[in-house]
């Protein structure tokens, strides 16, 4: 495909990362704050405000610093905001969530921050179901090749040169006010959705589809969590 069909004509490919920040101030967060605040953003996203090609490509551009196997930089992202491919994508998704949201999830003691919290993530997640077409930009990102079937090391290794690049991008986001969420319920029809992006599904591995928007205000906080005592062994 040529720069037409990722939707990236007139966008100065040229210019160094430094040289775009015209399109955005940062938040100047430090690097903790950056990775203690990146949410799951949904109710919070603005869906009214368009986010600039310019300012998606300086995130892609600090998400390929990422480290990957053998520096193969065997991925590719693919950022949708034709609204009719929008909408495609968008009732993939809700067709798997409205399956999924019904389904008994795990059960925790009243007292366990994960059940007090319960409610409220799931009405983000229905919230972002009923709006995931209106989110000015959609990210799909690809890893090239096919891991069904291999054994646990060929699958670390796959996961692990494209995760970091993906994770980078949210917190390059977060520090340029926008917000992201990492959902993957429309995989159950990636052909389908592999057919909407334009990518051969045998050749692509879909990881996930990921909202992208300016943030309803920047002022996110960390999120309660289990003790890290209980989820940390020393040997």
């Known amino acids: 495909m040529d720069a037409h069909n990722f939707g990236l004509v007139g966008c100065n490919f040229g210019a160094t990362a430094h040289e775009r920040r015209r399109w955005v101030v940062p938040l100047n967060l430090t690097a903790d704050e950056v990775l203690t605040t990146t949410r799951a953003v949904r109710k919070r996203l603005?869906?009214?405000r368009p986010v600039p090609r310019e300012l998606i490509l300086e995130c892609a551009e600090i998400a390929f610093q990422a480290p990957t196997g053998s520096n193969r930089q065997d991925w590719h992202l693919v950022f949708v905001d034709d609204p009719d491919k929008k909408r495609a994508l968008a009732d993939l998704y809700a067709r798997t969530f409205d399956q999924y949201i019904n389904t008994p999830g795990p059960q925790y003691e009243p007292d366990d921050l994960r059940a007090q919290r319960a409610?409220?993530?799931?009405?983000?997640a229905v919230y972002l179901r009923e709006h995931f077409h209106e989110v000015p930009v959609l990210l799909?990102?690809?890893a090239r090749g096919r891991i069904e079937g291999a054994g646990v090391f060929a699958q670390a290794s796959y996961w692990g040169s494209i995760l970091p690049a993906?994770?980078?991008f949210m917190l390059a986001a977060r520090e340029r006010g926008l917000g992201t969420a990492w959902t993957t319920l429309h995989l159950p029809d990636e052909?389908?959705?592999a057919e909407v992006i334009g990518?051969?599904?045998?050749?692509?591995t879909q990881c996930g589809l990921f909202p992208?928007?300016?943030t309803k205000g920047t002022d996110f906080k960390p999120a309660p969590r289990l003790?890290?005592?209980?989820r940390v062994t020393f040997l």
């Open 227 to 230: 003790p890290v005592e209980s």
């Open 199 to 204: 990518f051969d599904h045998t050749k692509w």
């Open 46 to 48: 603005d869906l009214d």
């Open 191 to 193: 052909e389908t959705a």
């Open 140 to 142: 799909v990102p690809l």
């Open 166 to 168: 993906v994770w980078s």
């Open 119 to 124: 409610e409220f993530v799931r009405g983000s």
């Open 212 to 214: 992208v928007a300016y």
